[in-house]
T-cell receptor, first 118, second 112 residues
């Protein structure tokens, strides 16, 4: 089946620095990818929709200048957390829809990235 | 807009059957997903229902009633490894994109 890979799986950064998380679709082209954030014991919160070749679409309440999303190719989207603060510490997960016309199980998730800001 | 409701937590006994309910309100309907998520891991796909009725897949079954805005996930012969969060989600399709909107998730604890 299709695979979505995220990197890094875990990252620790200092407060005030920026960190980039990559999301790659390994065997299919994803014109759209999605970035989610999850706090401990909470559900996934959609942050933004990453569109290949155009600007990302952010959900209400998500700071676009803080969470920079770039979808440079059909297989790669990146999320950059800028000027990170401890409250940005969270589990970040990307997802992408595989090819074909059926929905079914064709939405694939990356493994997730744990960000800890110290 | 969309609204998805699930119980926050449930407890069940190993070997038993448990039903996790999900009610939803959506503007338009494009099916309903169930995902399993173990602590610290990404969600994994369990089922997708777009038509009314029950779909069985091994120990897991999922039911949908579109007229009632209701779905449930049925887990049989519970095993300890089934302890996880179960997320109900509906896609919100808009143009060429599709967003998956998740419910709060139900944390299932399976006890010996």
């Amino acid at each position: 089946g299709a695979v979505v890979s995220q990197h890094p799986s875990r990252v620790i950064c200092k407060s005030g620095t920026s960190v980039k998380i990559e999301c790659r679709s390994l065997d299919f082209q994803a014109t759209t990818m999605f970035w989610y954030r999850q706090f401990p014991k909470k559900s996934l919160m959609l942050m933004a929709t990453s569109n290949e070749g155009s600007k990302a679409t952010y959900e209400q309440g998500v700071e676009k200048d803080k969470f920079l999303i770039n979808h440079a190719s059909l297989t790669l989207s990146t999320l950059t957390v800028t000027s990170a603060h401890p409250e940005d510490s969270s589990f970040y997960i990307c997802s992408a829809r595989g090819g074909g016309n059926t929905v079914g199980n064709t939405i694939y998730f990356g493994e997730g990235s744990w960000l800890t800001v110290v | 807009g969309q609204n998805i409701d699930q119980p926050t937590e449930m407890t069940a006994t190993e070997g038993a059957i448990v039903q996790i309910n999900c009610t939803y309100q959506t503007s338009g309907f494009n099916g309903l997903f169930w995902y399993q998520q173990h602590a610290g891991e990404a969600p994994t796909f369990l089922s997708y229902n777009v038509l009314d009725g029950l779909e069985e897949k091994g120990r897991f079954s999922s039911f949908l009633s579109r007229s009632k805005g209701y779905s449930y996930l049925l887990l049989k012969e519970l095993q300890m490894k089934d302890s996880a969060s179960y997320l109900c989600a509906v896609p919100n399709y808009g143009g060429a994109t599709n967003k998956l909107i998740f419910g709060t998730g139900t944390l299932l604890a399976v006890q010996p």
